[in-house]
């Protein structure tokens, strides 16, 4: 890898996918048999919403990949912005880019 700006392109597969997470923050992309031959690097992005979004891929082979998404509402208190408790977040739209290492 270069480190004096140069691009290198991936050399290997490149799948993208979308899809909302569950009830319980959770959303798994299913890679085809064959797509991957061992677990991908994969990337996440959240699309936007109220109140602060974290995520944690929470399992990831060659087969499948599991994201967890919680959700904490920003809450003024005496004027001043505080985050309360982090709990699941439903029905966010998780984009993933998964890219065979």
Known sequence: MATSGDYTPTSGRVER?????????????????GTFSVAPV??????????????TITANSATATTINVLGAPVVSLLGIQILAASIPAPGV???VHATAP
């Open 93 to 95: 739209n998780v984009h």
């Open 17 to 33: 996918a979308t899809a909302v997470t569950d009830a319980n923050g959770n959303v798994t992309f299913n890679w085809l048999v």
């Open 42 to 55: 994969v990337t996440v992005g959240i699309q936007g919403a109220v109140g602060f979004r974290s995520h």
